[in-house]
């Protein structure tokens, strides 16, 4: 089992920046992809990045390349989403998963732990 706590979150204008946090405990936390997603008022959650285990390979969304960056930090636990160049259109609740596999990817069913989300409101 894996426990993942989100934080960073709060509101910041159109063009600011924030990074998010998301601290994980329980089983190995290294050998697991990690991704963040997000879901707006009205909207499906959708996947905005992925990291692999030995944070070489990243994975983004198009409407965020260039603005935001997954890393992830091993030795702490925690994987991070530093987002720059905010748009109103990023407001959102901002989810960290974890996959109990090494498989990097998009969809939201090939995560098998959640956290409980930590909300970003972009103001214009």
């Known amino acids: 089992q894996v426990q993942l706590v989100e934080s960073g979150g709060g509101l910041v204008q159109a063009g600011g920046s924030l990074r998010l946090s998301c601290a994980a405990s329980g089983r190995t936390f290294s050998s697991q992809t990690m991704a963040w997603f997000r879901q707006a008022p009205g909207k499906e959650r959708e996947f905005v990045a992925a990291i692999s285990w030995s944070g070489k390979s990243t994975y983004y969304t198009d409407s965020v390349k260039g603005r935001f960056t997954v890393s992830r930090d091993n030795a702490k636990n925690t994987v991070y989403l530093q987002m720059g160049s905010l748009k109103p259109e990023d407001t959102a609740v901002y989810y960290c998963?974890?996959?109990?596999?090494?498989?990097?990817?998009?969809?939201?069913?090939?995560?098998?732990?959640w956290g409980q989300g930590t909300q970003v409101t972009v103001s214009s």
């Open positions: 998963a974890a996959s109990r596999t090494a498989n990097i990817g998009s969809r939201s069913s090939s995560y098998d732990y």
